[in-house]
């Protein structure tokens, strides 16, 4: 009985592990390729390639829709040639993932050459990431955001903050060593929570000056030093709105690469209904508000595009469904329809 107990066990843990090997292999053979530059540097020559131009992600319009194009390893060569750039741009380039069959994707920033004459060459467009990051299919805005945001942490870093020498990027791109010092740096983001405040019955939702015309979100805030999640929450609430978070709860995260790369940690937090007047931070929000469950719905309908008013005035709309906050609010109306 034992035995057969045994082999029944074995071929469970033979099937969990056939369930997850793809995952596994996957995770294990990219965290080869960053620690190991020969290795990254030969898989380099048959991956894929994103293309940016100073932070801009290249994009290709096919009808009413954006794709963002991967370059094989060959015409990424081809393209170098003919801008007469030596293969050495390549070792800018940075690993940012790899397909289920181990072909990996790197992210390459060609700001050297003529943003023009590319766009030409390969016909498409290099695009704000901000714009970007709305029009593209969803599966790309997190790689495009990922690849953007580790670009970006490469060029803000080349010193050392120790020695004040220049620090040298490993192959794949995951760390950057002070050959003076010693000290390695790797890429890091900023914990950011972002908070959907309910009484019950209705959200708070507010406006920044810098907010295009008409758009409420979820309260936002960075962590402090020496900070947990509950406590930036209730801090910040506090310090923006002027209430009293009674409870919270988790809902998800997301990476976001503005202003530089941080994690979104989104949570709806609750108020009392009896002690909900708003007492507004003027230097951190043009406006706070509370929307009850019909504003909510409209607002989840409207576009920024046609929440202007004969008047002038616009109608309230709320940030596009790439963004967490998107998810919050709809998360909140799901609630207060159950």
């Known amino acids: 009985m034992a035995l ?61 829709k954006y794709l963002v194009p991967q370059l094989r390893a060959a015409e990424m060569k081809r393209i170098l040639e003919k801008f007469r750039e030596t293969e050495q741009c390549l070792e800018k380039s940075v690993l940012i993932g790899c397909s289920d069959e181990h ?10 050459l003529e943003k023009s004459a590319i766009e030409s060459e390969l016909k498409g467009s290099f ?17 495009l955001a990922s690849a953007q945001s580790l670009l970006q942490w490469h060029d803000s870093h080349q010193y050392c903050s120790k020695t004040g020498q220049p620090t040298q990027k490993n192959v794949s791109g995951s760390k950057r060593v002070c050959p003076a010092s010693g000290v390695t740096y790797y890429p ?12 019950g019955s209705r959200c708070l939702l507010v406006r920044q000056p810098l907010f ?23 801090r910040e609430v506090a310090e ?16 976001w690469p503005f202003p530089s790369s941080i994690l979104m940690i989104a949570c709806h937090a609750l108020v009392s209904a009896q002690q909900a007047k708003i007492s507004m931070d003027s230097l951190e929000l043009e406006e706070a508000r509370w929307f009850d469950l019909e ?10 595009r046609s929440s202007k008013q004969h008047d002038g005035s616009f109608l309230p709309w709320f940030p ?7 998810q919050l609010i709809c998360e909140w109306v799901k609630q207060q329809t159950s």
């Open 4 to 64: 057969v107990y045994r082999a029944a066990c074995r071929r469970a843990s033979s099937l969990i592990c056939r369930l997850h090997s793809t995952y596994i292999r996957k995770m294990r053979y990219l965290n080869e390729l960053k620690e190991d530059d020969t290795l990254c540097r030969r898989a380099r020559t048959s991956g894929l390639f994103y293309l940016f131009h100073n932070l801009s992600p290249f994009l290709q319009k096919d009808g009413k």
């Open 103 to 112: 072909v990996p994707h790197f992210a390459l920033d060609l700001g050297v």
């Open 127 to 143: 695009t704000d990431l901000r714009k970007a990051l709305f029009v593209v299919d969803g599966k790309d805005s997190p790689v």
């Open 188 to 199: 890091q983001v900023s914990p950011v929570v972002i908070t959907l405040v309910s009484d």
């Open 212 to 234: 295009p015309p008409g758009m409420y979100t979820a309260l936002s805030g960075f962590c402090d030093m020496g900070e947990n999640v509950e406590e930036t929450v209730r």
């Open 240 to 255: 923006e709105v002027g209430l009293e978070v009674e409870s919270l709860q988790y809902s998800a995260s997301q990476h």
């Open 295 to 304: 504003e909510i719905v409209e607002g989840l309908k409207r576009e920024s």
């Open 320 to 326: 596009p469904k790439q963004a967490i906050a998107h």
